[in-house]
């Protein structure tokens, strides 16, 4: 079983920024594919950003390319999601996901986080 805890979240203005972080346990990080997914009021919850297993390579929602990037410390087993240039749109409830392949729209992974909260005012 894989323990994903999330944090970061909070309130910033339109153009601000945010870094949420996760930190896993429950295996060993380097072998699980990580991402984000979010989820607004109203909304389904939607891919955001996925990284593989290394760190090498990493995937984007259209929305959010260019502002966004996603990494990850394998030594510290934390990933992170640095979120700039945010809009009220981004505003979410932000979950870590796990998985054994690559996530994305299709695979949301198999372990989720509780989520953290991101609020953009305008």
């Known amino acids: 079983q894989v323990q994903l805890v999330e944090s970061g979240g909070g309130l910033v203005q339109a153009g601000g920024s945010l870094r949420l972080s996760c930190l896993a346990s429950?295996?060993?990080?380097?072998?699980?594919?990580m991402g984000w997914f979010r989820q607004a009021p109203g909304k389904e919850r939607e891919f955001v950003a996925g990284?593989?297993?290394?760190?090498?390579?990493?995937s984007y929602t259209d929305s959010v390319k260019g502002r966004f990037t996603v990494s990850r410390d394998n030594a510290k087993n934390t990933v992170y999601l640095q979120m700039n240039s945010l809009k009220p749109e981004d505003t979410a409830v932000y979950y870590c996901?796990?998985?054994?392949?690559?996530?994305?729209?299709?695979?949301?992974?198999?372990?989720w986080g509780q989520g953290t909260q991101a609020t953009v005012s305008s």
């Open positions: 996901a796990a998985g054994l392949r690559e996530l994305g729209p299709r695979y949301p992974g198999d372990y």
């Open positions: 429950g295996r060993t990080f380097s072998s699980l594919t």
């Open positions: 990284i593989s297993r290394g760190g090498t390579t990493s």
